[in-house]
Nanobody, 121 residues
Framework: QVQLVESGGGLVQPGGSLRLSCAASGRIFRINAMGWYRQAPGKQRELVSVITSAGSTNYADSVKGRFTISRDNAKNTVYLQMNSLKPDDTAVYYC???????????????WGQGTQVTVSS
């Protein structure tokens, strides 16, 4: 089994900051890319940011300059630092990881359960 567990969501005022964390655990041989997606009510899930195992990053245009993704490979954890938050950032944020399992060496995408981020005054 492989699990992704997110934390760090909550309610914040516009202009505020939050830091999301996502820890992967279980029968992990290797983690390739890790990333964050979000889904607002009535909208499709969209990519927010992704980071490769080597540390290369990519961001959605809407969050460039405000969000920073990072990872700690020793802890199998990915972070999303969100600054200058706007009401439009309100969504459920999901962690995603491309993982190769031990034993079977099967590679597939895994998802966290999601964490709510609400930006409101």
């Amino acid at each position: 089994q492989v699990q992704l567990v997110e934390s760090g969501g909550g309610l914040v005022q516009p202009g505020g900051s939050l830091r999301l964390s996502c820890a992967a655990s279980g029968r992990i041989f290797r983690i390739n890319a890790m990333g964050w997606y979000r889904q607002a009510p009535g909208k499709q899930r969209e990519l927010v940011s992704v980071i490769t195992s080597a540390g290369s990053t990519n961001y959605a245009d809407s969050v460039k300059g405000r969000f920073t993704i990072s990872r700690d490979n020793a802890k199998n954890t990915v972070y999303l630092q969100m600054n200058s938050l706007k009401p439009d950032d309100t969504a459920v944020y999901y962690c995603n990881a491309d993982i190769v399992r031990t034993g079977t060496l099967v590679r597939r995408d895994y998802w966290g359960q999601g964490t709510q981020v609400t930006v409101s005054s």
